[in-house]
């Protein structure tokens, strides 16, 4: 399929190296893909479901030690350990190289090595990268066929170009020997004992995130864990905004978020351009401009549902993988916590166990039948918010960026950033709060600056020094948000309705790009003033609430600057002297 010396020097090393029994390479074709999808069937890694219901659709279930990202073996390697620590696990280039090695060595024997060539973003565009990924797993071929554009127009766009190497093996999925290796001084990735998503899946985080945001760095544009949207007003005008949370905070539903009732009866529309990842570039124009790399949706699914979110759901009605469902025996559907309240009577659960609703543990509590990050591979054109900009060769321009987190009093609502180095402080800062029921422990705040402390491809002081670096290259800068859904009561009630209704707040972020309402300064930013915020049809909420959830506590937050300067301590001396600059300034603002 090419002349490329490069890539064919990759496959040749990797031959030499796994063994494979045979080599295939991936072309991108429906009947290709379609062969596979029955091989996978025939050899039992995937269950055909019911094709009236859920065209298209398979159930994949792991092992059950193979289920999610791991963190704690997942390294970003560099010759000079402070240019991937402190955040990130550290391993020397060399060593990790013939760790790696060994492990990979002879482990195709008897298998198939798959050549998926891959683009992340539009085939063909300026924004786009091209990646090579070499595996022996089919559900990995099927994944990144959803997940990213494959096949042989990928490769004639590659030309004689450069690449992104990576290598998977799912070997014997032994979690002692199981490695998610980031070499960015390298362009390689490399992979090995496990079959789960967000570890296999080169094209997403390792190459999207961890690679990427390196290139970024070196080739002045972004990388970042955020999502896409666009925000169509009455008159038909769009606007977009890039955001970034934290695990836990309404990503994906703000991503394909539905508007209130009377902001629909007035015409407005929601799109989304991506839920994810965005690689955002300086345009001819001086404003950012943002596209999403990924070609699908990799969701979780327990909690997914027509109330929560319709369109992530209505994405997975066709030509979607699920993976650690429960699997409805009855009509041969699928099914996980949160659907709705109707689990099967007769169904098998995550680990390929008989499963019913009824289940009870030793304790009295419901057995789930769906593991909690279960997930599905969905095709983003089945997203019925889909805008039609998600292909544009150059991306969205972006007139808000946003920054979240999980906080039950500290944050506001919503404040706004004094300028873009203000800006990259709030996201330095970002932070979520723990509940009891992950940790045991309330309160507990972990920093996750800009939602990329497990992204970064290397080190993290650096990576806010490219931010500030790229405010002196954007003439046009976009305004910096950061917000807070998650404001309680005394009783530990969440005050705002959030879902849908935080159109409301994003109307006023938009209103603020384009100097439309005024706002309050305050210590830590420009806060709306109450009566800015549209609480038109809200039930329980009035101005004296909006008021409420925009105070600012001077005593709490100069306990918050406590925390930063020891996270900051943390990173280590390559923190930009621009932030302990913005941190000073805030303590003498709520000194004052």
């Known amino acids: 399929m090419t002349q490329n010396k490069k890539v064919l020097e990759f496959i040749e090393q990797t031959k030499q190296l796994c063994q494979p029994d045979n080599i295939v390479w991936i072309d991108g074709s429906e009947a290709q893909l379609e062969a596979l999808r029955a091989q996978a069937v025939e050899e039992g890694i995937l269950i055909k479901l019911n094709q009236e219901k859920l065209p298209g659709c398979y159930l994949h279930r792991t092992e059950v030690n193979d289920v999610a990202r791991v963190e704690g073996r997942t390294f970003i390697c560099s010759k000079n350990k402070d240019d991937s620590a402190p955040i990130n696990n550290w391993m020397e280039t060399t060593e990790a190289m013939n760790l790696m090695n060994g492990l990979f060595n002879g482990v195709m024997k008897g298998r198939t090595m798959y050549v998926i060539p891959y683009s992340m973003g539009a085939v063909g565009s300026k924004f786009s990268k091209i990646g090579i990924e070499l595996t022996d797993s089919v559900y990995v071929v099927l ?39 980031h070499f960015p001084e390298e362009n390689t990735i490399m992979s090995i004992n496990s079959n789960y998503g967000g570890n296999v899946l080169l094209g997403k985080k390792c190459f999207a995130l961890r690679i990427a945001s390196f290139l970024g760095k070196n080739e002045g544009w972004m990388a970042e864990h955020m999502l896409i949207l666009g925000i169509e007003n009455p008159q038909g005008e769009i606007k977009y905004i890039a955001a970034a949370f934290p695990s836990a905070c309404g990503k994906t539903n703000l991503a394909m978020l539905i508007p209130p009732e009377i902001y629909k009866n007035k015409g407005y529309k929601v799109w989304c351009v991506g839920d994810d990842i965005a690689w955002i ?85 419901a057995i789930k039948g769906a593991h909690p990050n279960s997930r599905f591979t969905a095709p983003t054109v089945n997203c019925p918010c889909l805008s039609d900009q998600f292909e544009a060769p150059n991306g969205v321009p972006i007139s808000a960026i946003v920054f979240g987190g999980r906080r039950a009093k500290t944050a506001p609502l919503v404040y706004q950033s004094k300028d873009w180095n203000n800006g990259v402080f709030v996201g330095s800062i970002m932070a979520s709060e723990t509940t009891a029921a992950a940790t045991g422990a309330v309160g507990v705040v972990r920093r996750d600056p800009m939602a990329m402390r497990p992204f970064v491809g290397y080190n993290m002081g650096d990576y806010f020094k490219h931010w500030i670096e790229m405010g002196d290259k954007i003439k046009n800068q976009p305004k910096i948000f950061n917000v807070n859904w998650f404001r309680t009561d005394d009783e530990g009630n969440f005050i705002w309705p959030g879902f849908g209704d935080n159109l409301r707040v994003l109307e006023w972020i938009l209103a603020r790009c384009e100097d439309k309402v005024d706002a309050k300064e305050t210590a830590i930013g420009y806060v709306p003033n109450a009566k800015d915020i549209n609480i038109e049809g809200l039930d329980g909420i009035t101005e004296e609430t909006i008021e409420d959830l925009l105070t600012i506590d001077n005593a709490q937050w100069l306990k918050e600057t ?31």
């Open 562 to 592: 406590e925390g930063i300067e020891s996270f900051y301590g943390e990173l280590g001396e390559r923190v930009p002297a621009e932030l302990y600059a913005q941190l000073e300034t805030l303590k003498k603002n709520l000194n004052k």
């Open 281 to 365: 570039r300086v345009g001819e124009d001086g404003r950012l401009w943002a596209v999403n790399p990924e070609n699908g949706f990799f969701g979780v699914a327990p909690g997914t549902n027509m109330k929560s979110n319709p369109n992530a759901l209505l994405s997975t009605k066709n030509n979607t993988i699920f993976t650690n469902v429960v699997q409805n025996l009855d009509d041969n559907t699928v099914w996980w916590e949160g659907l709705d309240k109707n689990p099967p009577k007769n169904a098998i659960d995550w680990k390929g166990n008989p499963w019913n609703g009824d289940m009870k543990d030793a304790d009295g509590k």
């Open 143 to 181: 994944n990144m066929a959803i997940m990213t554009r494959v096949g042989k127009a990928v490769i004639d766009a590659l030309g004689d170009g450069d690449f992104i190497k990576g290598l998977h093996s799912y070997a014997d999925l032994c979690e002692e020997r199981r490695y998610i290796m």
